[in-house]
Nanobody, 115 residues
Framework: QVQLVESGGGLVQAGGSLRLSCAASVRVYSTNTMGWYRQAPGKQRELVARITGSGSTNYADSVKGRFTISRDNAKNTVYLQMNTLKPEDTGVYYC?????????WGQGTQVTVSS
C-alpha cells in the first residue's frame, strides 16, 4: 500500500518561507513523477509544481520564481521550498505521486499565510 506523508506546513506571515516535505512509503523510481497541488477554500485543487524522474519541472504561473520543487529518490521524498509567501498561497497542500500508471495522494498539510 502506497502512503504519502506530508510535513512542514504551518502559519507564516506574508513574505516568509516554508519548506514542505513528502515521504513515500514505497521506493520512488526515476520514472515516477512527483508533485504538489493545493486547494484553497471554495476553489478547485490546482497544480503548484511537478518534477519528473529526470528532473524536469513545471510550475503554476502564480508561483514561478518563488517556489522550488526538488526530489531525493534515495529518500523517496519530494520537497517544496516556498519563499516570499503571499496570502493567496493559503490552502491545503497535497503531495502526489504517479507510479506505474497509478496516482497516489497524501492527506494534505495546511499552509496559512497571514497578511
Amino acid at each position: 500500500q502506497v502512503q504519502l506523508v506530508e510535513s512542514g506546513g504551518g502559519l507564516v506571515q506574508a513574505g516568509g518561507s516554508l519548506r514542505l516535505s513528502c515521504a513515500a512509503s514505497v521506493r520512488v523510481y526515476s520514472t515516477n513523477t512527483m508533485g504538489w497541488y493545493r486547494q484553497a477554500p471554495g476553489k478547485q485543487r490546482e497544480l503548484v509544481a511537478r518534477i519528473t524522474g529526470s528532473g524536469s519541472t513545471n510550475y503554476a504561473d502564480s508561483v514561478k520564481g518563488r517556489f522550488t520543487i526538488s526530489r531525493d529518490n534515495a529518500k523517496n521524498t519530494v520537497y517544496l521550498q516556498m519563499n516570499t509567501l503571499k496570502p493567496e498561497d493559503t490552502g491545503v497542500y497535497y503531495c502526489a505521486l504517479t507510479r506505474f500508471g497509478a496516482d497516489y495522494w497524501g492527506q494534505g498539510t495546511q499552509v496559512t499565510v497571514s497578511s
